[in-house]
């Protein structure tokens, strides 16, 4: 049966991504585990920390493209980023601008900020926004892609819509405030984040593509993830922003914002869409779902 | 000589007859309006009667139980309760607010550190610790319920009630109590006009009451395979290839824990792989886990009787109803009492996971402060001494135990634990927390779950071993210090005398099995997320929402 | 947190190699970083442990390994997030395998 | 501090700005002629509907004055939480905004940010330092959370945060700290025209520079490791 050959992108660990993703030996590493060093700040409050600082930097090749590649490892402390993993992933992006590579493939699975760095995560986190949009602007695209198991949260998130596009299975999530900090701060009726599918029919791939808020739905499969990393780049072209685009942008973001503002559900905006069986949107597998959309009155 | 006293024979119909009596004069028929459901208890309980209150492993006749809690101390006290599981907040309060005093019962689970205090202030007396049959049992001896509080799906307008896939424990409640003058009181989901089928006749019914909310039930038997870690894996393995393989292990029950469900996982792909599909694995006394689907979706499964049901799993298993027991109407029925009987006579093996271990073998769940019981894990990892008939597992376990002239077989019972828990802490133990536990509750036993004299092999991840070849108490206790580990059990091991049991195959390294520990990767799990368990049941499995990430 | 280092004797490992890293700092997890090191008679592992006071069962799990595997010549580097003896020789096992799978 | 009193602090020479959802917009004068004068008040929690507020004041500025400097006056409690606001994506909203005020430097518009009450995570990301230079207010609150609410989360004993707080920026709240960081580029004791004026000086001097804060950073002692390890990265030898 094909489920023993599936290699799922959310289990694995970044590195195990990274070999997945990229043309076969062509990964090579920047600052390696060998000479590096983890995190001074995790060692002071009694922590361990990993050589990386849970964020692997280097390039390789997609499809014999030449790519730059930052992948974040969610199960150190959620993928969150302190003062070195955001240095690292600053590095990339800049050198994205002196290089110009075919793209900057950005592998996000984080939570936001560590808040034992907080301050130097959320400084981070800003450097990191600016520098996409520096590689953006230099005319190398940047491709977000989100299906680990801690998603694209807090300001990762912010970062992940800042890229030229993002790239979704349908269990990954984007977001802003985690389901549990809603929880916490507005009660269980505002969001009980231990239902786990009105998590995802809020959060998950499938609901961000039917928004169009993310670019491309793959299966939770490292070699989809490759796939459609390579079929995005096929045909994209980064060209800087401009007033009218941006504006434009707005425009569909006002409606979207005046026509849903008051759902609370998935279930509600896919029958706002046009879908006849919502409740059957969680169920589809992914062609279907990218069938289903295709087919919805735009 | 004195004529002697005229002797009542029927004390309990004319006890039964005034109760329905007192009923009837409060208006009550048989259908009970929800909002006088205490009116009705209070009418037919009587203090010191006892009491039966399903509470199932899963199932869990909890407005009643929650109504009961509510009756007035001053009308209804000094019940003895009878109940299988005590899992619910307001089974404790029974206790509590004085309405109770002595319990019976088989496993308290998340009430166990209250029931622990209660002992401790001794507002409760414990009749026993019962397991499962042993109290389905004492039903019909000594411990025969006065009044039943029962759970079932839907009844008809007549009383007849339908119990859904979540039959359990209620044939054998009803049996005893409808049969010897008792009460029985039905909560139900639902009242329809025609039932899918008739579980329990009218006749037997008394009093339904339609429950605000459907009964409680908890998804027990759902592990992810997400959480199945690579040591697991490697333990499964060894399992498999050491003790399914070599003995043709086809009839067996499982644990709930993630070591036996990575087995199940591995029979479509690691255990298929050995050729092992039709040899082991065909016939199970057990729940219907998610993680079996691939098995049975693989052919490995011909059929699996089960003590109760699963959430998300009845449109699988009614569309797979030559693997499960199904009624006509195409739903399944469980029954605890049957599937346990099963568990305990018909089955070859039994293998699950412990908290603690000691030298003797001995394992217990029970942990300092907590008096969690048993439920049915004693009765199947237990070797059945009143067994008579042969299948090739049992007779090869009895060679190995008892010599070649062995002249009955013997139950593989089977422990699978890694060495430490979580937090370190060791499960290989010199003594049992169970002991401290009996001295602070001055309670008879110790609460062993599986003793160690049933015990016929313990797996870890350093080894198997087989405690059927062990001739001495000395052999037995370095055969389990060979496999504890780095635990301080399993550092202070006589390391000749293990190597020694190693050259007699009583301690199996997992080389000596030929398995690489290198190749225990998850890649081996034939579903490695609750989704792909969805697709290999194609789309019947509907698991709950705290177990989906889509 | 805990720091600790160990020096055990070992058969010497043939050929040095690139650094090989396995594994990862998550609950109940560890990483292993494996470097040739100085000594070729020598197995050098330093280990940094969030779980303190378990300085002996690291000393057993690593001496039984630097015992059976041949990895004189090594330097082994942990960061572990609360492992068992379990994960740990799991982890180390893989890890050489790594390490050996560079030097060819 | 009410927004008047210190609107007429910084503009004394003339402002109109209005306040709409807890929104700002308008302009203000100074001696280097018109600015725009946006942001939010009352320790706002950014939700989509002021994000898409700030943004279109954004695009109208450099739509109808090119080059007219943007001043930011920052006071958020962050992002707004809810499920409706996380259902229609609002980190997409707020890198909206961002991805606004960053066109607008690449337009040529000088971009300032005042903290003047608080400033928090999401809310603070996604204006406040995107501009060019931030500022602060002497008794602006800086931070990502709270000691307390940190110590329930980390699981670090509070006081051993409180001790640690005391001598390392990395962590501590306020908006010491994010100067340090290279975050926020000075203090103020008030606001003040002359120091805004200097300010704004200083920002169409550094004009093109880019992303500075990792050096200011590593001079002020903040963050010893950043500029070193984006360096290293960026010039690594990309041998396999």
């Known amino acids: 049966m094909s489920l023993s050959i599936r290699h799922s992108w959310f289990e694995a660990t970044a590195r195990q991504r990274l070999a997945g993703l990229l043309d076969p030996g062509s990964f090579c590493e920047f600052l390696p585990p060998a000479v590096a060093q983890p995190s001074p700040h995790l060692a002071q409050l009694d922590l361990p920390g990993a050589f990386d600082d849970g964020v692997v930097v280097g390039a390789g090749q997609l499809g014999s493209r030449q790519v730059l590649v930052a992948a974040q490892e969610g199960q150190f402390m959620g993928g969150a980023v302190g003062e070195i993993h955001g240095a690292k992933i600053v590095g990339l992006l800049r050198r994205a601008v002196a290089e110009r590579p075919a793209a900057v493939l950005f592998l996000i699975d984080s939570g936001g900020v560590r808040l034992h760095e907080a301050n130097a995560g959320l400084i981070a986190i800003s450097e990191i926004m600016r520098a996409v949009l520096d590689a953006r602007a230099a005319g190398v695209p940047v491709v977000a892609l989100v299906g680990g198991s801690c998603g694209a949260f807090g300001g990762m998130g912010i970062v992940a819509k800042l890229c030229s596009a993002v790239v979704m299975s349908e269990e990954g999530r984007l977001a802003l405030s985690g389901p549990e900090v809603i929880e916490t701060v507005a009660g269980v009726e505002e969001f009980d984040a231990k239902d786990r599918a009105l998590v995802w029919r809020v959060t998950g791939g499938k609901h961000r593509y039917l928004m169009d808020d993310c670019a491309a739905l793959v299966d939770d499969d490292i070699a989809a993830f490759r796939r459609g990393s390579i079929e995005l780049l096929d045909d994209w072209q980064e060209t800087p922003d401009t007033l009218a685009r941006l504006r434009a942008k707005q425009a569909r973001l006002q409606g979207r914002l005046s026509a849903y503002g008051r759902c609370r559900d998935g279930l509600e905006i896919w029958a706002a869409l046009g879908i006849s069986e919502p409740e059957r949107v969680p169920l589809l597998d992914c062609d279907e779902l990218i069938a289903l959309k295709e087919g919805l009155p735009t | ?550 | 947190m805990e720091k600790l280092e160990f020096k055990f004797p070992s058969q010497a490992l043939l050929a040095a190699a690139p650094p090989a890293l396995c594994g990862v700092v998550g609950s109940g997890n560890l990483e292993i970083l494996v470097r040739s090191g100085v000594d070729r008679q020598i197995c050098e592992i330093s280990v940094n442990t969030s779980a303190r006071g378990f300085g002996e069962t690291w000393r057993a799990v690593l001496a039984t390994f630097a015992a059976s595997q041949a990895v004189g010549g090594t330097s082994i580097a942990i960061n572990d997030m609360g492992a068992t003896p379990a994960v740990v020789s799991l982890r180390l096992a893989q890890a050489l395998a790594d390490y050996r799978g560079g030097a060819q | 501090m009410t927004l008047n009193t210190i609107l007429d602090a910084l503009f004394p020479a003339g402002h109109a700005v209005a306040v709409a959802n807890q929104v700002l917009a308008g302009e203000a004068q100074t001696a280097l002629g018109p600015v725009a004068v946006l942001g939010t008040t009352d320790a706002a929690a950014i939700d989509h509907a002021m994000a898409l507020a700030l943004a279109g004041t954004v695009l109208d500025t450099v739509e109808q004055h090119p080059g007219r400097p943007l001043v930011f006056l920052v006071d958020t409690s962050g992002q707004a939480l809810s499920r409706s606001q996380e259902l229609l994506c609002l980190n997409g909203s707020l890198a909206h905004l961002a991805s606004c005020v960053d066109f607008a430097r690449r337009q040529g518009h000088p971009s300032l940010a005042l903290v003047t009450a608080n400033a928090v995570s999401g809310g603070f990301l996604s204006f406040g330092l995107m501009a060019d230079q931030a500022y602060a207010l002497a008794d602006a609150q800086v931070r990502v959370m709270d000691l307390r609410a940190m110590a329930r989360v980390t699981k670090i004993a509070y006081e051993r945060l409180v001790e640690l707080a005391a001598s390392s920026p990395i962590f501590a709240p306020g908006a010491a700290s994010y100067q340090k960081m290279g975050a926020i580029a000075a203090i103020w004791p008030a606001p003040s025209a002359t120091l805004l004026l200097d300010a704004l000086r200083d920002i169409a001097q550094a004009r093109g520079a880019g992303d500075q804060r990792q050096s200011l950073a590593t001079t002020r002692g903040g963050r010893q490791l950043a500029a070193g390890v984006s360096r290293q990265v960026e010039h690594a030898v990309g041998a396999g």
């Open chain 2, 1 to 550: 000589m004195n004529a002697p006293l005229p002797r009542v024979w029927d004390s309990l119909r004319q006890s039964r007859g005034k109760r329905l009596e007192r009923a009837a004069s409060l208006g009550f028929g048989k259908e009970i309006p929800v909002d006088r459901i205490i009116d009705l208890l209070e009418a037919v309980i009587q203090p010191g009667d006892r009491v039966c209150l399903e509470g199932n492993n899963q199932k869990q006749a909890d407005f009643l139980a929650e109504s009961l809690a509510d009756c007035d101390p001053a009308r209804i006290n000094h019940l003895q309760m009878v109940q299988s599981v005590l899992a619910l907040p307001s089974h404790v309060d029974l206790f509590e607010r004085g309405l109770a005093s002595r319990l019976d019962f088989s496993f308290s689970g998340p009430q166990g550190a209250r029931l622990a205090k209660l002992v401790q202030q001794q507002r409760i007396e414990i009749g026993a610790i019962h397991t499962y049959l042993e109290l389905f049992g004492r039903y019909f001896l000594d411990l025969t319920p006065n009044v039943a509080l029962i759970a079932a799906q839907a009844a008809d307008a007549q009383g007849n009630l339908y119990l859904g896939p979540n039959t359990e424990d209620t044939p054998a409640i009803v049996e005893a109590t409808a049969f010897k003058g008792g009460i029985v009181i039905a909560q139900v989901n639902e009242r329809v006009e025609k039932l899918p089928r008739v579980d329990v006749p009218a006749d037997w019914v008394d009093f339904t009451v339609q429950a605000p909310r459907p009964n409680y039930i908890e998804p027990l038997f759902t592990r992810d395979p997400a959480q199945i870690t690579e040591v697991q894996v490697l333990m499964a393995m060894m399992a498999i290839k050491g003790i399914y393989a070599e003995y043709g292990v086809t009839r067996l029950n499982h644990g709930i824990g993630f070591d036996t469900a990575a087995i199940e996982l591995l029979l479509p792909t690691y255990a298929a792989e050995l050729g092992l599909m039709g040899k082991i694995c065909t016939h199970w006394a057990l729940n219907p886990h998610p993680t079996l689907i691939p098995a049975i979706e693989s052919g490995f499964v011909e059929s699996v009787h089960c003590f109760g049901s699963e959430v998300g799993m009845d449109a699988y298993i009614a569309a797979r109803s030559d693997v499960f027991f199904t009624g006509a109407d195409g739903s399944m029925r469980s029954n605890r009492a049957f599937c346990q009987t099963a568990g305990l006579y018909a089955c070859d093996m039994f293998i699950g996971s412990t908290l603690q271990l000691d030298l003797a073998g001995n394992s217990s769940t029970a942990t300092l402060g907590r008096i969690t019981g048993f439920g049915g894990a004693p009765n199947m990892g237990s070797d059945p001494h009143g067994r008579r008939h042969a299948s090739p597992a049992w007779l090869k376990a009895g060679r190995e135990a008892y010599g070649p002239q062995a002249t009955r077989g013997r139950k593989l019972v089977v422990q699978m634990v890694e060495t430490f828990r979580e937090h370190m802490a060791p499960v290989f133990v010199e003594e049992l927390d169970a002991w401290q536990l009996q001295r602070s509750m001055g309670a008879e036993l110790p609460p062993i779950m599986i003793h160690g004299d049933d015990v016929s092999h313990i797996v870890t991840e350093e080894g198997i071993a087989n405690l059927l070849l062990c001739r001495t108490p000395e052999e037995r206790e370095q055969a389990i210090r060979g496999v504890a580990g780095f635990t301080p059990v399993g550092m202070a091991r006589d390391k000749a005398m293990v190597e020694n049991l190693r050259d007699r195959g009583i301690v199996r390294r997992p080389e000596d099995l030929g398995i690489n520990p290198r190749q225990a990767s998850r890649d081996l799990l034939a579903a490695r997320s609750v989704k792909d368990l969805v697709r290999w049941s194609g789309g019947l499995y509907a698991p709950p929402s705290r177990f989906r990430n889509w």
